[in-house]
């Protein structure tokens, strides 16, 4: 089995150890047996958007994000196209506002998304920073993801918006509504970096799972791996967050 | 006399004894000294500090740097001393305001006059502007920025535009801005074409290598946002670098390190080229990482004036700084002392272990305190990866001791070697119990991990050391 996983703007979206998120994917892939190719995608180069089983885009300062945007318009429809078909997404943080409907900043400027999420983030007064618990469901499951959360911008999701999950501990979207993350299909936007997947490795296998399914139909199944390790990491931080 | 001076001064010597009574008492009730006395006194009186600073006969020096200040400033001390001038200092980690405050009561008489001659202050890339303003500094010495506790700090670009700001507000020619030619954030400040400035670098390009970390921050044209081309890179985003669309490049180091030669722990070597002089320098301490520390103290002083024997005998003479690179015996065993604090410093001691021959013993201490950052996921912007297959055991330790562990398996380690002991004494048992007598056990604390260590082994282990020199008082 192969799996294919585009890496977009690995150079310019990196702020928070992104990195780290596509090593454990690659990582649980090798340790299963399932080959895995990681492809970069800076501004200017296009993906065979069908190719790709997983795409990932990390956050960024304000100035690569700006770049980012504008290459990111030409994109949009590919990638959106790319996750009606059933493709994986993973955004974090300054990646997750780039794909909703556009950004607001403090002047009053307004950048636009790509609208591949339901929502819409505006600039805010103080930075949102710390350790973050959030529960979430996914395919009947409860799990808690704990991570790390560094942002001022704050994220609303419109009605047909679905959140990740609901803040347990920390700040989420905007602060204000409880809401952390978006998901819609197999595409996740969220705030937590940390990086998310080390520790999180349910949410690591669910969207590993999906890409999996998206190639090689839903008998395709991930082998269980031992995770002592990631289940300490994953506790602590939860208790750090407070909880 | 006492009372001419209050009333040259106002006041000044009532609030320097009350704060020095402070200072004393501090230190007696286990406080440390650091920074209690100056926070008092800014209390008292918000302009004492920058009084008393601008008393001091050969004036201030200030220091900041995104790593390498402690370092640094301890290298400029041992050359200043060389010289025969009486040096008053802040303690590092107390480089905020208060703690400038502080140093510069310790080092007054109770009727506010300073007993030293001269300043020399490590200060924080956020408040290096602030303290900048208020003492007037004959000399400052600017040497890197990298992504560093970005939960405390915001962007990058931001502090490079708020030290260029603070720069040009300094007198051009009575205070000398002494900068990293070799970063382009910092190099910028060539740009204001000031009468006193200095830039070094290093040239010897064997030094560097052309990949770049992982880590690295500054990869994009300070001018037009073009990535830079690098002729070599030497550490993180530090290196030979200009932009093929606008023509933006590196301005040509004044004071430069040549014939750069790196001897694995035991230290490293480079001729200092300066524009009136040629000098082989030599440091007892590892890594490129620490030339660049050597380099900078030495255009320091080389823009003090300092003469070239006294520098090249202070760099010799120094050891090392507070727990960055130390080395002690614990009963039988060789252990090194390497405090890491952000990706860029800690892929500089990945590589200088990796010099050393053989399969290593780790202890690595990860705290996610508020001076350690309390966002960890910067290790996995670190080249761990390096260390697969170089390593016999790896004890992990701190409140994010598995966190990690598992950044470590995830760079390929052997699952067999790693260990998980948050609490630290247990580690360090473990640890020593899995080196050999022949063999060193290379401990990587981040910063509060370093302090707590150092009490766990003052008060636990024999060692051969002076502990007096190990834990400060």
């Known amino acids: 089995m192969e799996l294919r996983i585009a890496h977009l703007y690995p150079e310019l979206m990196n702020i928070y150890a992104d990195r780290g998120n596509i090593i454990t994917l690659v990582s649980r892939c090798r340790w299963r047996g399932v080959d895995v190719r990681v492809d970069n995608f800076g501004p200017g180069e296009t993906p065979a958007w069908r190719e790709y089983d997983f795409f990932y885009l990390g956050g960024g300062q304000d100035r690569e994000q700006r770049l980012v945007a504008r290459d990111l318009a030409s994109k949009g429809a590919g990638l959106a196209d790319a996750v009606e078909r059933g493709a994986a997404l993973l955004a974090i943080c300054g990646g997750f506002q780039l794909l909703g409907q556009y950004y607001r900043t403090s002047a009053g400027e307004t ?28 395919d009947g499951n409860i799990f808690e993801l704990a991570g790390f959360e560094n942002h001022s911008g704050k994220t609303y999701l419109t009605e ?6 609901r803040v347990v501990a920390g700040f989420g979207n905007n602060a204000e509504d409880k809401t952390e993350g978006i998901i819609y299909r197999s595409a996740i936007g969220t705030y937590l970096h940390g990086p998310l997947l080390p520790k999180n490795p349910e949410l690591a296998d669910f969207l590993l799972q999906r890409s999996l399914r998206r190639r090689y139909g839903a008998e395709a199944v991930l082998a269980s791996l031992e995770d ?9 931080a939860i208790k750090r967050a407070g909880r | 006399m006492l009372d001419k001076i209050q009333n040259s001064i106002p006041g000044i010597s009532t609030k320097v004894a009350l704060s020095r009574g402070i200072v004393a008492l501090s230190g007696r009730i286990g406080h440390g000294g650091t920074t209690l006395p100056g926070r008092v006194v800014r209390v008292l009186d918000g302009d004492i ?17 995104t790593n390498g200040k402690t370092t640094t400033s301890a290298m400029i001390a041992a050359i200043l001393k060389e010289s025969g001038l009486v040096v008053a200092r802040n303690r590092e980690g107390a480089n905020l305001a208060a703690g400038v405050a502080t140093a510069l009561l310790k080092n007054a008489s109770l009727a506010g006059r300073p007993t030293a001659d001269i300043g020399l202050f490590e200060v924080d890339e956020a408040v290096f502007p602030a303290i900048a303003g208020q003492l007037d500094p004959r000399a400052v010495l600017l040497m890197n920025l990298f992504r560093d506790q970005l939960d405390r700090y915001g962007e990058l670009e931001h502090i490079a535009d708020m030290w260029r700001d603070a720069v040009k507000k300094l007198d051009q020619r009575r205070t000398i801005a002494i900068v990293n030619a070799d970063d382009p954030l910092v190099a910028e400040m060539s740009k204001l074409k000031r009468d006193a400035f200095l830039c070094f670098g290093i040239e010897d390009s064997t030094a560097g290598g052309l990949v770049m970390q992982h880590a690295s921050d500054s990869k994009y044209c300070t001018v037009c946002g073009t ?7 030497f550490m993180g985003h530090l290196g030979k670098y200009h932009c093929p669309n606008c023509g933006n490049r590196r301005p040509s180091p004044t004071i430069f390190a040549e014939n750069v030669h790196l001897d694995g722990m035991r230290g490293s070597s480079f001729d200092l080229v300066t524009p009136d002089w040629r000098q082989a320098v030599a440091v007892a301490l590892p890594g490129l990482y620490n030339v660049y520390n050597a380099l900078g103290a030495a255009a320091c002083c080389f823009g003090l004036k300092v003469a ?25 065993k060789k252990v090194c002392l390497l405090l890491v604090k952000n990706p860029a410093g800690f892929n500089e001691v990945v590589r200088t272990l990796l010099i050393e021959p053989g399969q290593k013993n780790l202890l690595l201490a990860l705290n996610d305190k508020i001076a350690d950052g309390r966002d960890i996921s910067w290790i996995w912007d670190v080249d761990l990866e390096a260390l697969a297959g170089e390593v016999l055991s790896a004890t992990c330790s701190g409140t994010r001791a598995a966190e990690m562990a598992m950044r470590l398996k995830y760079a390929g380690l052997n699952a067999k070697t790693l260990k998980v002991r948050p609490d630290l004494k247990t580690a360090l048992r473990v640890a020593l119990a899995h080196t050999k007598d022949d063999e060193t056990l290379y401990v990587l604390p981040t910063y509060t991990a370093m302090l707590a260590l150092r009490q766990t082994i003052h008060k ?6 002076e502990m007096a020199d190990l834990v400060w008082k």
Do not use: W
């Open chain 1, 111 to 138: 950048m636009e998304g790509v609208e591949l999420f339901k929502a819409y983030t505006v600039a805010g007064r103080r930075r949102l920073i710390g350790n973050v618990v959030v529960e979430s469901r996914m």
């Open chain 1, 160 to 165: 047909e918006g679905q959140p990740l999950g």
């Open chain 1, 228 to 236: 002592g390790l990631e289940r300490e990491a994953h506790s602590v």
């Open chain 2, 49 to 65: 500090a920058p009084r008393l600073g601008r008393k001091l006969d050969q004036g201030c020096v200030l220091v900041s740097a």
């Open chain 2, 227 to 233: 990535p830079f081309k690098y002729e070599v890179l």
């Open chain 2, 308 to 332: 070239p024997d006294q520098i090249k005998n202070g760099l010799k003479s120094f050891g090392a700084a507070f727990g960055r690179v130390e080395r002690l015996i614990i009963g039988e």
């Open chain 2, 460 to 465: 636990h282990f024999q060692t051969e050391n």
